[in-house]
């Protein structure tokens, strides 16, 4: 007798809990953000810079994921639809505060390397610091399309896809993007 392997929930594709959450197995969703909830944040806390608000609207996009994933059409595409919502939270959210001066606004970064010593620590801590600030100083389509390209490491056509903009549109935005970061890097640095 053949002994037949259920996989366990990492094996399984983001297109198949979609269709055991569809289905009315609520607790496929549970592992959709358990194996997404991580990257989401980042994605939004990268793009809002403050923690608080990252985890709320990380809520939010999922509380809106929960409730309309029994219309998503195309399973496979699960992940693009989430980083949409996540990025329409983070639009929302952003005119809701147009025109109020943001405290204390940080992108996280890569924390210094532990191994390092006291001197590189702080030299890292340092560089961080202008990151984040030349990264507050470039156009926010700018400061995304590098956010989805760098950190979260989207491929081009998936971040025209999230933006709704076409592919050479994308890539001009990195360049530009990153073009502009050189400049305020330098001027801070």
Sequence with gaps: ?????????????????????????????????????????????RSVGNREEAWDLCQET????????????EPQRFSAWLYKIALNECRMRRRK???????????????????ASPEERVGQREMVRHLRQALRAIPDD??????????????FHEIAELLDVPLSTVKSRLYLGLRALRKELEKLV
């Design 1 to 45: 007798m053949e002994r037949r392997i259920i996989p366990n929930e990492l094996e399984l594709e983001d297109r198949v809990l979609v269709a055991r959450f569809q289905t009315g197995q609520q607790d496929a969703f549970n592992s959709l953000v358990r194996r997404w909830e991580q990257r989401i944040y980042n994605f939004i806390l």
């Design 62 to 73: 999922f509380t809106k994921a929960f409730q309309n994933l029994d219309r998503l059409k």
């Design 97 to 115: 505060w147009a025109g109020r001066q943001e405290e204390d606004v940080e992108v996280l970064m890569d924390a210094p390397a532990l191994e």
């Design 142 to 155: 700018q400061r995304l399309v590098i956010v989805m390209k760098e950190y979260q490491h989207l491929k």
